[in-house]
Antibody, heavy 124, light 111 residues
Framework: QVQLQESGPGLVKPSETLSLTCTVSGGSISGYYWTWIRQSPGKGLEFIGFIYYSGSTNYNPSLKSRVTISLDTSKNQFSLKLSSVTAADTAIYYC??????????????????WGKGTTVTVSS | DIVMTQSPLFLPVTPGEPASISCRSSESLLHSNGYYYLDWYLQKPGQSPQVLIYMGSNRASGVPDRFSGSGSGTDFILKISRVEAEDVGVYYCMQALQSRTFGQGTKVEIK
């Protein structure tokens, strides 16, 4: 059974870069889309972006200028970098897998496996 | 951005009774392929969200059949035919037509 585990610093200073890693166990990172979601009291659940195992990415337009998602297939990991953070970036950050449900033409993707989440606080 | 609005925001329920949650989007969620790009997730206390329904009305693997989703255009409903104690938590709808945005959440508690 596939499991995801987020890791990274729990405290980041304002204006610095938040860096998190999601380790995939019990399955391969290949063949799937992988995503980052965050949850804060102020903004609820917020989609950050996703990456395909080939390396192609898609980001939330509101965060696009600050976000980079990458992956390392050799380590079965994917990562999130969010630059120039402020207190508004304080949140629980989740990684998740997109599962593709087959349609007559193409696929529909929904998040079927989630990590437990990691809390990141932005404070000096 | 497509804005998702859920109602009610708080729903006290009685075990064994039905319950329903409404989700309205600011734009139609009908894709050109004929499917509705709307999911429902449940976040149980202290846990990560888990998928219940995808494409408006399809139950995800392992989801009990007391959960059902319906709707069209901009209006969608999640129904629980007979609430069980384990169904407490916060329910979110999420649109997947343009990027992804979530509703504010509906907190379901046992009366």
């Amino acid at each position: 059974q596939v499991q995801l585990q987020e890791s990274g610093p729990g405290l980041v200073k304002p204006s610095e870069t938040l860096s998190l890693t999601c380790t995939v166990s019990g399955g391969s990172i290949s063949g799937y889309y992988w995503t980052w979601i965050r949850q804060s009291p102020g903004k609820g659940l917020e989609f950050i972006g996703f990456i395909y195992y080939s390396g192609s990415t898609n980001y939330n337009p509101s965060l696009k200028s600050r976000v980079t998602i990458s992956l390392d297939t050799s380590k079965n990991q994917f990562s999130l970098k969010l630059s120039s953070v402020t207190a508004a970036d304080t949140a629980i950050y989740y990684c998740a897998r997109f599962y593709g449900a087959r349609l007559r033409s193409g696929y529909y993707y929904y998040m079927d496996v989630w990590g437990k989440g990691t809390t990141v606080t932005v404070s000096s | 951005d497509i804005v998702m609005t859920q109602s009610p925001l708080f729903l006290p329920v009685t075990p064994g009774e039905p319950a329903s949650i409404s989700c309205r989007s600011s734009e139609s969620l009908l894709h050109s392929n004929g499917y509705y790009y709307l999911d429902w997730y449940l976040q149980k206390p202290g846990q990560s969200p888990q998928v219940l329904i995808y494409m408006g009305s399809n139950r995800a693997s392992g989801v009990p059949d007391r959960f059902s989703g319906s709707g069209s255009g901009t209006d969608f409903i999640l129904k629980i035919s007979r609430v069980e104690a384990e169904d407490v938590g916060v329910y979110y709808c999420m649109q997947a037509l343009q990027s992804r945005t979530f509703g504010q959440g509906t907190k379901v508690e046992i009366k």
